[in-house]
Nanobody
Framework: QVQLVESGGGLVQTGGSLRLSCAASGSIFSRHTVGWFRQAPGKEREFVAAISWRGAKISYAASVKGRFAISRDSARNMAYLQMNSLKPEDTAVYYC?????????????????WGQGTQVTVSS
């Protein structure tokens, strides 16, 4: 069992930056793919970024590529999402998720564990 807790959300102006953190409990977190997803009001949850358990494979949604960076510190059971050049359309609740089986990184149903989410609001 893995429990995930996100933090670092908040209100930022267009062009600003935020760093989201995902703290995991469970000794096998280091073997999980970690993904970040987001859900805006009235929209479906969507893939943002993911990193494999060794960090060798990273994937980004086209909408955030070049602006966001995912990383992890498996020794500390932490994952991060650095978000730069934020836009109003990035406003959403951001969720951290973990996949124990290493499936397709961008598919919601592949992920077994989810955090409660953290709100990111980008003002124009």
């Amino acid at each position: 069992q893995v429990q995930l807790v996100e933090s670092g959300g908040g209100l930022v102006q267009t062009g600003g930056s935020l760093r989201l953190s995902c703290a995991a409990s469970g000794s096998i977190f280091s073997r999980h793919t970690v993904g970040w997803f987001r859900q805006a009001p009235g929209k479906e949850r969507e893939f943002v970024a993911a990193i494999s358990w060794r960090g060798a494979k990273i994937s980004y949604a086209a909408s955030v590529k070049g602006r966001f960076a995912i990383s992890r510190d498996s020794a500390r059971n932490m994952a991060y999402l650095q978000m730069n050049s934020l836009k109003p359309e990035d406003t959403a609740v951001y969720y951290c998720a973990a996949d124990r089986d290493g499936g397709a990184m961008n598919l919601i149903y592949e992920y077994d564990y989810w955090g409660q989410g953290t709100q990111v609001t980008v003002s124009s």
